[in-house]
């Protein structure tokens, strides 16, 4: 059943990991997606994994310039939207005191600024009765040794969702937030070229989870589809994907 039939569907980072996934279940149930990535790598594996039809589109997530490009991209191409997912994200794991200036702007540029003026941007292309996902993260809420600066974009992110809820609620826009606890994607590669660094750091994750694993990027994929299209009586909210992790 092609149950996403003529949705059309942005996708902010969806070359690999959730976003990916996400774009997956749209294509199989019928929507016209487009995704956006900067790696050209990502970009032609993403293309190949999930078809001609899919618009693969090199943008990125922290340059107003882009945005304002992408925006206009999309008009030509969809007219309307009715899903804005926001799934580019950047990881800084470090201690505070070893997180320089460049490294703050840096994670605030692609996961707090990059949004910010996507939505401001994507908002005049949304139809009546579509929606807009965040990606956070539980460090949005939960104090986490390593990522300060990356917690405080999230929560920053977190902000930015209620408050865009309520600004496009007359609009017919509702804007929801998803928040991945710890999650197998390839993100663990880049985070951590050591093999053995990043297979420690999994085995302590997984442990440390009340579930006594990761999570997959499917089944965060399926909580942003069900923000996005079933959940319609939900705006403002957000959906912790984490094993129990920031409940339990």
């Given at each position: 059943?092609?149950?996403?039939?003529?949705?059309?569907?942005?996708?902010?980072?969806?070359?690999?990991?959730?976003?990916?996934?996400?774009?997956?279940?749209?294509?199989?149930?019928?929507?016209?997606?487009l995704?956006?990535?900067?790696?050209?790598?990502?970009?032609?594996?993403?293309?190949?994994?999930?078809?001609?039809?899919?618009?693969?589109?090199?943008?990125?997530?922290?340059?107003?310039?882009?945005?304002?490009?992408?925006?206009?991209?999309?008009?030509?191409?969809?007219?309307?939207?009715?899903?804005?997912?926001?799934?580019?994200?950047?990881g800084?794991?470090?201690?505070?005191?070893?997180?320089?200036?460049d490294?703050?702007?840096?994670?605030?540029?692609?996961?707090?600024?990059?949004?910010?003026?996507?939505?401001?941007?994507?908002?005049?292309?949304?139809?009546?009765?579509?929606?807009?996902?965040?990606?956070?993260?539980?460090?949005?809420?939960?104090?986490?040794?390593?990522?300060?600066?990356?917690?405080?974009?999230?929560?920053?992110?977190?902000?930015?969702?209620?408050?865009?809820?309520?600004?496009?609620?007359?609009?017919?826009?509702?804007?929801?937030?998803?928040?991945?606890?710890?999650?197998?994607?390839p993100?663990?590669?880049?985070?951590?070229?050591?093999?053995?660094?990043?297979?420690?750091?999994?085995?302590?994750?997984?442990?440390a989870?009340?579930?006594?694993?990761?999570?997959?990027?499917?089944?965060?994929?399926?909580?942003?589809?069900?923000?996005?299209?079933?959940?319609?009586?939900?705006?403002?909210?957000?959906?912790?994907?984490?094993?129990?992790?920031?409940?339990?």
């Amino acid at each position: 059943m092609q149950r996403y039939r003529d949705k059309k569907v942005v996708i902010i980072g969806g070359t690999s990991g959730i976003g990916l996934a996400t774009a997956k279940m749209l294509v199989d149930g019928g929507a016209r997606v487009l995704i956006t990535g900067r790696s050209r790598a990502g970009l032609d594996a993403a293309q190949k994994a999930l078809g001609e039809s899919v618009f693969v589109v090199s943008s990125d997530a922290s340059s107003l310039t882009d945005i304002d490009a992408l925006a206009g991209r999309v008009r030509a191409e969809f007219d309307t939207v009715d899903l804005l997912f926001v799934n580019a994200g950047a990881g800084l794991f470090a201690p505070f005191e070893h997180t320089t200036g460049d490294m703050y702007d840096q994670v605030f540029s692609v996961n707090t600024k990059g949004p910010f003026f996507t939505v401001q941007k994507f908002a005049p292309l949304i139809s009546r009765g579509g929606s807009v996902v965040f990606t956070t993260a539980i460090s949005n809420a939960k104090g986490m040794p390593m990522l300060a600066a990356a917690g405080a974009t999230k929560a920053a992110l977190r902000a930015l969702a209620r408050t865009f809820a309520a600004e496009l609620l007359s609009r017919g826009i509702r804007v929801n937030a998803v928040s991945p606890g710890p999650i197998d994607t390839p993100t663990w590669d880049n985070a951590f070229p050591d093999k053995d660094m990043a297979a420690q750091i999994i085995r302590q994750m997984s442990e440390a989870n009340p579930m006594k694993r990761l999570g997959t990027a499917e089944e965060v994929a399926k909580a942003v589809l069900f923000l996005a299209f079933d959940a319609t009586f939900t705006t403002g909210a957000e959906i912790a994907v984490d094993g129990g992790q920031s409940q339990l």
